[in-house]
């Protein structure tokens, strides 16, 4: 209780100092939030918190003219003289007078279109006036939550952090940040460095309201942030947007504000609705006030987004400047309903920075020392917007309870109840925790490690593993066994393996593992086990082909300098030919049965498509991403990549030491890769992958470069990786081979221009693929669908036609399968 009281009092008695404070209400005394306060003619100022309260930083007594500024009320200015501080100023803003004067309006001269088309003509100018600058940047996020669900599946949600009052209900993230940072306009650059972060309850600190990530910029033809929406002021706004003056109103300075309604043309559409304020004559914007759904951005499970902007007058570079933002969510997911608000306030812009060829470097977003450990003191004096009672109530509660949330007496019994056996932890799994040492060991159940192949018949696996958490920032090292049981060969399969890991930086792993596995003869494994199980058990095809190997392999990896990954591993296996052991299904036997276990033939039960041997593989790889983004954080490195560039891969495979030498061989294989975002008009993605063996030599079936394949009509697919309509095994080589594979999803730009159709809000996507192998003719499809099918908001399936041509054989067929990848 002291601690809490000592807290609040800092906080009342930081402020007391060299500050302009007070409330600001409506009429009906009721506080305003998100209200601009700012020193006239400037971009120096801040914002009012949800309780109406504010801090305006003045540090030197004299004569100052403040101005009050919130969308939607009249914005006044006060002419005080500071004679000493602190200075209270409180104000009462009255709703502005819109008014629509006697416009004579017709289908050919909108008014509001006159205005819109002069503010996209006049983008460029306007915001060619700040095309590099620096400011100062402070972000707060403030989620709640609504009668939480005490258990989600089984396990227990706890109470957030200790944020939770009777009700569950109440704050489970607070978080603050306060930046420096740089942007250059062309080409486009960004760069921030953390002064200071904290969120409520948190040892570490780290808060991720990046500045980058919450640059809302409307005069860019797409929102990136908001999954590439269409801008009200983009380029091509008229094919999306309505425009209506609802009217005008004077600001502070003189200048007339058009405020315009922003109708959508289509409600599916990736679009916005609400209101923007356009400064007559500038052609700029003055204010946003516009609302979005998770059905726009692609996120089912948002019922609502909200976006106010505020933009204040520099009489510096005569321009418009963003000074501050807010975006609220709503968000409803398995019973879960969270609520929450983040704010923005830019200030002290410089618009002439001194930007060197070092300013800017892949590096996008540093911490200065001891970021995430600034007291109390240094925020107060620090914060632009000041806490509300409930958020200084918040953090003084979760840091008192913090120091004994991280006590032994309080993580033994934490552990005490989730460490308890349940009734089905036999099937579905059990772990033992040792939060306070940071250890648990576990039990992993063969609910989800069962399934059905011809070889082995019905199949489970269980197994043991213990993981221990050396520290913070990434150090770890694991261990485990399993045991896998095929009921019909009735043979036992044990694996091993450890792995450590030492830092979360360049991310360096060992791994050791061995035993006995069933590989498929693809390596690049194109079935999954769960298709392989339903087409056995289901329809009595098993496409998915195994052999046996038994094996000890080390691995390592690591991010070698940024951008630039390594990967290596030695293996040396004996390799085993299997036979179908089954003939088991719950489809009716046909005159066929199941196809045999060999790749190359079917109906060969008897033969293997290889001979037992053994052999040494070592294989050697090389990714660069180039100029990779990076966000250099106080305990990790995370790696955003570079849509500018591709990703190339390139690898080495030396197979050696087997007693027939014609299995020896050495293969390159290089792969590139790359996703484009083309704003409005969707997202192209392409991966081109070739390969080709040193010398052409009689390898093992296994070694030789497969195509993936695809036989099912609902296949579980990575992307751009397999042929719908190619049969598994059919195409392989032991010579030179490449691929191609193509896909652009227009997402609304086609088919949210067609009438009637636009209301299904379905995507247009195209493809195309290529298989080049050196013995065999080409194969090519071409594929075109429809994409974000589903049901209600869950819109996650998608549907295509495809038609493949090989040699003289032509054919067609329809692939439906799901958009998680």
Not at 102 to 109: A, N, P, Q, Y
Not at 198 to 214: L, M
Not at 322 to 333: A, E, M, P, V, W
Request: glycine share 6%; aromatic share 16%; proline share 3%.
């Amino acid at each position: 209780m002291k601690k809490i009281t000592f807290l609040i009092f800092l906080f009342i008695s930081s402020i007391q100092i060299a500050q302009i404070k007070g409330i600001i209400t409506d009429v009906k005394n009721e506080p305003l939030s998100f209200v601009s306060i700012y020193l006239d003619k400037t971009v120096t100022g801040t914002t009012s918190n949800d309780a109406g309260e504010y801090v305006l930083d003045i540090n030197k007594k004299g004569n100052y003219t403040i101005v009050f500024q919130f969308l939607g009320y009249k914005t006044i200015k006060k002419k005080v003289a500071i004679t000493a501080f602190p200075f209270e100023l409180n104000v009462q803003l009255e709703e502005e007078d819109i008014q629509l004067n006697e416009i004579s309006i017709s289908t050919k001269d909108n008014p509001a279109n006159r205005i819109i088309r002069n503010v996209i003509e006049n983008k460029d100018k306007n915001t060619d006036k700040y095309s590099n600058y620096t400011a100062k940047f402070y972000s707060r996020g403030l989620t709640r939550i609504k009668d939480a669900p005490e258990k989600f599946v089984g396990i227990s949600m706890g109470d957030f952090g200790g944020g939770l009052d009777s009700t569950r209900s109440g704050i489970i993230y607070l978080s603050e940040t306060f930046s420096n940072i740089s942007f250059q306009k062309s080409p486009k650059k960004f760069k921030e460095k953390i002064v200071a972060s904290k969120v409520s309850g948190e040892d570490n600190g780290v808060s991720f309201n990046r500045a980058e990530d919450s640059n809302i910029d409307l005069y860019e033809n797409s929102i990136e942030v908001f999954n590439d929406l269409v801008s009200p002021i983009s380029s091509n706004a008229f094919s999306y947007y309505n425009y209506k003056l609802e009217g005008t109103f004077y600001d502070n300075n003189g200048k007339l504000i058009n405020k315009i309604n922003v109708l959508p043309k289509r409600k599916n559409d990736r679009i916005f609705e609400g209101s923007i304020y356009i400064v007559e004559d500038d052609w700029a914007l003055y204010g946003s006030d516009l609302t979005t759904t998770g059905k726009q951005v692609n996120l089912p499970f948002v019922n609502s987004l909200g976006l106010k902007q505020t933009y204040n007058y520099s009489d510096k570079i005569d321009a418009w400047v963003l000074i501050g933002q807010t975006i609220d969510f709503d968000i409803k997911f398995l019973g879960f309903k969270p609520k929450g608000k983040f704010s923005y306030v830019y200030s002290d812009y410089n618009f002439k920075p001194d930007f060197t060829e070092n300013t800017f470097t892949n590096e996008v977003l540093s911490f200065e020392k001891d970021a995430t450990k600034k007291d109390t003191t240094f925020w107060n004096t620090l914060r632009p917007v000041p806490l509300t009672k409930e958020e200084t109530e918040d953090y003084s509660l979760k840091d008192s309870i913090k120091t004994i949330r991280k006590s032994k007496k309080y993580l033994d019994s934490l552990d005490l109840q989730g460490n308890k056996f349940g009734l089905f932890d036999p099937i579905t799994g059990y772990t033992f925790r040792n939060s306070y040492e940071n250890w648990s060991f576990s039990y992993n159940g063969p609910m989800l490690r069962t399934g059905f192949n011809t070889v082995q018949g019905f199949y489970t696996s269980a197994g043991f593993s213990y993981f221990k958490t050396l520290n913070e920032e990434g150090k770890w090292w694991s261990a485990g066994i399993n045991a896998n049981y095929g009921f019909s060969d009735k043979r036992l399969r044990p694996t091993f393996y450890f792995s450590k890991k030492w830092d979360n930086f360049s991310k360096p792993r060992l791994t050791i593992s061995g035993g006995i596995v069933t590989p498929q003869f693809n390596g690049r494994a194109p079935i999954f086990k769960l298709n392989n199980t339903i087409t056995s058990l289901f329809y009595r095809e098993n496409y998915m082909k195994i052999y046996e190997k038994t094996y000890t392999e080390v691995q390592y990896s690591e991010e070698i300098k940024n951008g630039i990954y390594f990967f290596g591993s030695l293996e040396y296996a004996k390799r085993t030919p299997l036979f179908n052991t089954t003939d088991y299904s719950f489809a009716k036997q046909d005159t066929n049965g199941y196809t045999s276990n060999n790749p190359l033939n079917p109906t060969d039960f008897e033969n293997s498509a290889f001979t037992e041997h053994n052999i040494a593989t070592l294989t050697l790889g090389t990714t660069f991403v180039f100029g990779q983004k990076y966000l250099s954080y106080p305990d990790m490195k995370v790696n955003q990549g570079n849509d500018k560039y591709p990703t190339v891969s390139v690898n080495y495979t030396k197979r050696f030491g087997a007693s027939n030498t014609e299995l020896n061989s050495d293969l390159l294989i290089a792969n590139i890769r790359q996703n484009i975002t083309a704003g409005n008009f969707g997202d192209f993605a392409y991966q081109l992958r070739g390969g080709a063996f040193l010398k052409q030599k009689n390898i093992a079936f296994m070694d030789k470069l497969q195509a993936n394949g695809n036989q099912l009509l609902f296949p579980i697919d990575r992307e751009l990786n397999s042929f719908n309509l190619l049969e598994y095994y059919k195409f392989y080589t032991n010579d030179k081979y490449a691929e191609m594979h193509m896909e652009h999803d227009f997402k609304g730009s086609v088919l949210g221009k067609i009438p009637l159709v636009n209301k299904l809000n379905f995507h247009l996507i195209v493809g195309g693929k290529v298989l080049l192998m050196a013995d065999k003719n080409p194969y090519s499809e071409y594929s075109v669908g429809l994409a974000n099918l589903g049901f209600g908001k869950y819109r996650f399936l998608r549907l295509e036609y495809v038609n493949a041509n090989y040699g003289n054989i032509n054919e067609s067929g329809l692939v439906f399968r799901a958009s998680l990848f």
